[in-house]
């Protein structure tokens, strides 16, 4: 019943109060929620990119590309798919001369891998026997 008497201040409507109560609630958890977003991207910067990247990626996915992107796009899909192959064969082809240049061919790792198997073969036998005699002149 609405408040009649001039002097009597009006006292507050319950709802009004309440949605007060939830709006202030619902900014404190917005602020909190903004928050810990900021710490989480400084904490881990390139796991909120790889997220932002795999967002992305599904979302591109999914929204069907219209004709004139097709027809816009299309050129520029070849040249970088033609520019990332010729990079792949050049670093390729560069990385097999370097090691080729190092003496590390398929021939010259297997005959390191080999020497380090024996010299490890070697070590461990060394060792043995010396625990071996270090356990006689022990015991005599």
Known sequence: MPNTHRNEPEKPVPSLEKAQHVFEQSRDQARDAARQAAQSIEANPIG?????????????????????ERELLAPVGKRISTTATAALAAAKENGMAELEARG?????????????????????????????????????
């Not at 990119?49 to 996915?61: C, T, Y």
Request: aromatic fraction near 2%; hydrophobic fraction near 50%; charge should be positive.
């Open 48 to 68: 909120v990119l790889v997220g932002g990247l795999v967002v992305g990626a599904i979302a591109a996915a999914l929204i069907p590309r219209s004709d004139k």
């Open 104 to 140: 590390l061919t398929r021939d010259g790792a297997r005959d390191q891998a080999r020497q380090l198997f024996e010299g490890v073969t070697k070590a461990m036998a060394s060792a043995g026997q010396a625990g071996l005699d270090a356990a006689r002149n022990k015991s005599a």
